[in-house]
């Protein structure tokens, strides 16, 4: 136990998905980040960071402040470890991209943790301890950034806390795109610009749409799926923060996409879609318009939903 290197891998996520503000969430299979857990030094109690990379020097070292570092401590204590841990986090993930870098970070520091006990923490209880992590990261408190990225899949967060994960069937051929604009928008400012109220209206129209999208998962009903992903609370208010964002959607749509919107608080953009050709024609659609409005060179993924949440990647002895 003494020398093992547990190594994590978590996947970025796509929340929202239009219609489930703060309680819809999917995995990608890529990126995401990875942290390596090891036993601290004798007499070292808590959690240490002893590197990070691919953040530029951007994120804190102090694991008091740093989203890995609260989600793993909030483990160690769950789980009732007194001896110390040392991290080393590598980000795959860009920050402040809406592609759940924060929750990415926090998942994989939970299971690396998880394992390098042998502890078998319940989903429940890593999920809860990711939470931790991510409520630092992003100044406030949803989970539909951590649960796909621990679950894997497509999950409806019925409650946060405690969690009550409810799974989503995933429709054969469901296929997403997502687009990162060279932008960063800070989810803590994104939400400030929503308010505290919602018109009566726009909330019927919001949980009529996620009803019909959760219906349209379980019975691969493509057509109202894409009637579906529409989003009448977080996007019109967001809108701002993202150069021509009806022109990107315009052009996913023209290109095939079931639908499109913001993932997580954006900037970056996913579209949902059948197969992997036309996902290979939404990109480019949606690559060209993201170029022409916002200019930069974004970054595309095509990928499917995938069933795999955070996990052991490596275990050295
Ligand atoms: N549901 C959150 C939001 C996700 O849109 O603010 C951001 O991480």
């Given at each position: 136990m003494t020398d093992r290197v547990v190594t994590a891998f978590a996947p970025a996520t796509v929340s929202n998905v239009a219609c489930g503000f703060d309680v819809l969430g999917f995995a990608l299979e890529r990126p995401g980040d990875e942290v390596s857990a090891r036993l601290a030094p004798w007499g070292v109690r808590g959690i240490r960071i002893d590197a990070i990379t691919g953040d530029a020097g951007r994120l804190p070292r102090d694991a008091s402040r740093n989203t890995a570092g609260v989600a793993a401590q909030a483990l160690l204590t769950a789980i009732g470890e007194r001896r110390g841990v040392a991290l080393s986090i590598a980000k795959g993930l860009p920050l402040s991209s809406g592609l759940g870098g924060s929750a990415a970070s926090a998942a994989a520091a939970v299971v690396a943790v998880d394992a390098l006990f042998d502890a078998h923490a319940p989903i429940e209880m890593l999920v809860t301890a990711a939470f931790e992590g991510e409520r630092l990261g992003a100044g406030s408190a949803h989970l539909d950034n951590i649960a796909p990225a621990i679950c894997g899949g497509f999950v409806l967060v019925r409650h946060p806390n405690p969690p009550d994960i409810v799974r989503l069937p995933i429709p054969s051929g469901l296929t997403a795109v997502v687009v990162h604009p060279d932008l960063e928008i800070e989810t803590a400012k994104a939400r400030a610009l929503l308010g505290t109220t919602v018109p009566l209206g726009d909330a019927i129209r919001q949980w009529a749409n996620l009803g019909a999208l959760v219906d349209g998962l379980h019975r691969s009903d493509f057509a109202l799926i894409a009637r579906a992903l529409?989003?009448?609370?977080a996007e019109p208010r967001r809108a701002?923060?993202?150069?021509g964002l009806a022109a990107i959607k315009r052009a996913a749509l023209d290109a095939g996409a079931l639908g499109c919107s913001l993932s997580g608080s954006g900037p970056s953009l996913f579209a949902l879609c059948r197969g992997t050709d036309v996902a290979a024609r939404i990109v480019e659609a949606m690559v060209r318009a993201v170029k022409a409005h916002i200019g930069g060179e974004p970054q595309a993924y095509i990928s499917s939903i995938a069933p795999q949440g955070a996990r052991v990647v490596s275990c050295v002895s």
């Open positions: 529409e989003d009448t609370i701002p923060l993202v150069p």
